[in-house]
């Protein structure tokens, strides 16, 4: 079709769609680099023979209906609400919409919430795959920033307050209180109180992110945001990505009704597919998912406490790394004068890459810290990949 | 949750998002009523051996890909190219977008094409799943008639006339050439060339959904129109539902590079799922989809047969009932004087059921005929079904 106008054709675009948001980019293959940038999911640990064993069962017993139309599968919503209860989670089935991976939901979040103008308060890091697209819908983003113990909640008070002073309500706050990305932090007990109190005062929703909640490595967390509030100020963002697989694309919301029923109706193709739905909710059953799941937290600690042993190792002493209690990623803030963009500009030459902090702010900072993941590398490169980066250290040194 | 509040959480909506469009209703059981109302695909057709096969071919061979992050699987869009430039259809890779069913494309086009007000032409009778979307959009429709060869295209040249002098220019013309939904008409040849000709006359893009091309009874069908366009005037809409399964949620838009782009980034969730695409190329490799749609074809002109035999038979003559060449649906046009609407209650009596025209028109019109699916209905039911409806015909009589 390279004969294609598109002088005339382009007059027909709705006003929304004038301007091209850019597209996704995938990596590329790196060659012989140890790369610690990606936070996807060790493909060596996912059940593929359960997930086979899964898609047999459903295709012998319940084919009518998992390749017809129909809605998405009961089964699969009544399993997430079991499993949220089971967390201390007050959910009922109207209370979740199964979504094409939690990455939906934060994209239909701003269709539901955010006129233009409209202010989000979002963590200083975060994940800016979710603020993207809280910016394309034109909020006008205020960040607090997360410390050792997650979302500075004294910051986000003084926040609250000096924007109520102007007459200005947020829409919503972004967090992901549970082995944060990237900082990996976990928020305690009373940091959590204190946000969703504040949320009900007000009149805020928040929306908390827990990819990473399931993946503990010593204790299990304090309760979740979504355990704390019984108003319906707090919108959970899961998904099984990292608990099973990304490639599946299944995700969830839970929060008020209201909500969840206007996301759905935001979510333009429907059900998220009777096959899918089926597969996913079979996999689970019969324990088979919390068993997996206890694997991942064995083989994800293991991989913490290489990189954080190689780190002790071969790293200057005066950078700031916190231990991560769960998730996928470390992260690492540099001393007085040294800038992540160049340390990485250094750790290509070594062979070595990761993201440099400036990817994880709304705002411009970050250049003074780095976010390592060792969820993807293989475990054997973990001590190169550390030991490279504390050559580059070395060499800018 | 049943202690969550909404009355302030409501304020925080986006205009867009105040009032709730009413959700997708399921059917429910239906008893012993025999129904002819669900274009649903037969599910005793589905090829569950040889997607379970594909399955165990990609977890086997690909699961690290097909399990983690990563784009729609290009394999997958080039099996969709090959097979429209087998159709005439001259597509390249950045042609086509893979969609969560042609739903999904049916749904994003008034994203990317309609702002409030805008014209958009429809057919008369026509699908209206796909209609709903441009009227939730605030797409102004206008329904030119469909006649036993399809659009009325000398209808259709004096509506964008008309509309032309008075300075509107639609937005797109929404059309089923090919089997139509609900009324099986297949538009000929010298049709599409006027149809393709006015739509770069007037500069309106055509949307050509092409659901049931693949399943014709007797000789396949003239060129699609997107064989016809070569300057971006048509986008195509797919889907694997008709030859393959509904419930894999998994479709096209195949288009100028431009509006593929822009469907791609109103496609919030991102790519359709690195799992899904593979599974679906894998079936169709090897000529697996090629041989099933033949199976396909042969079972659904049997049941077509079956159901045509069966109205010459049971139903009154002045019945007005043409013979579709291809596709899912029966259209019967009543004789004066008579509902559709009556005749169904009377139907629902006697043990069956249909859909009343009314359902397929944008403006009001319909109460003189009906669509009967011959697609999900078992076949041993076909016969019986259609003499209730005769004995219904009798009643009224």
Request: glycine share 8%; aromatic share 10%; net charge negative.
């Amino acid at each position: 079709m390279s004969a294609f106008s598109t002088s005339a054709l382009s007059d027909l675009y709705a006003t929304r769609a004038k301007t091209l948001a850019s597209a996704q980019i995938w990596p590329e293959h790196e060659g012989d680099l140890i790369s610690l940038a990606y936070g996807f999911a060790a493909p060596e640990l996912f059940p593929t023979d359960d997930l086979l064993s899964a898609t047999v069962e459903v295709l012998a017993e319940d084919a009518a209906e998992a390749l017809n139309y129909g809605p998405t599968y009961p089964g699969l919503v009544q399993f997430v609400v079991d499993r949220l209860r089971a967390q201390g989670t007050p959910a009922e089935a109207d209370n979740v919409l199964i979504s094409y991976g939690s990455s939906q939901v934060l994209a239909l979040l701003p269709q539901v919430f955010i006129d233009p103008g409209d202010v989000v308060i979002v963590e200083g890091p975060t994940f800016m795959g979710a603020v993207r697209h809280f910016a394309l819908a034109g909020a006008r983003l205020i960040t607090v920033n997360v410390d050792d113990e997650g979302l500075d909640i004294d910051a986000l008070e003084t926040t609250l307050r000096d924007l109520a002073k102007r007459g200005q309500r947020p829409k919503f706050i972004y967090t992901i209180p549970t082995f944060h990305n990237p900082s990996g932090t976990l928020m305690p007990l009373e940091r959590r109180c204190r946000l969703a109190t504040l949320a009900k005062e007000y009149g805020v929703l928040v929306v908390e992110d827990d990819a990473y909640g399931d993946l503990y490595f010593e204790n299990p967390p304090p309760p979740r945001l979504s355990a704390l509030d019984h108003e319906g100020w707090v919108v959970q963002v899961g998904t099984f990505s990292k608990i099973l697989a990304p490639g599946l694309r299944m995700g969830w919301a839970c929060g008020n009704r209201d909500i969840i029923q206007r996301l759905a109706s935001f979510k333009l193709e429907g059900s998220s597919g009777p096959f899918l739905t089926r597969m996913v909710e079979r996999y689970c059953a019969d324990g088979r998912l919390e068993r997996h799941i206890a694997d991942l937290r064995a083989a994800y600690r293991a991989r913490r406490d290489l990189m954080l042993a190689a780190i002790a190792r071969e790293w200057p002493p005066d950078v700031h790394v916190a231990k991560p209690e769960g998730g996928f990623f470390v992260w690492a803030r540099l001393p007085q004068g040294l800038s992540a963009t160049a340390l990485l500009a250094e750790a290509e030459k070594h062979g070595v890459t990761f993201v440099p902090g400036t990817h994880f702010y709304a705002d411009g900072q970050g250049d003074d810290a780095f976010r390592l993941s060792f969820s993807f590398v293989p475990p054997a490169h973990i001590a190169d990949g550390i030991a490279r980066i504390g050559a580059a250290f070395r060499t800018l040194g």
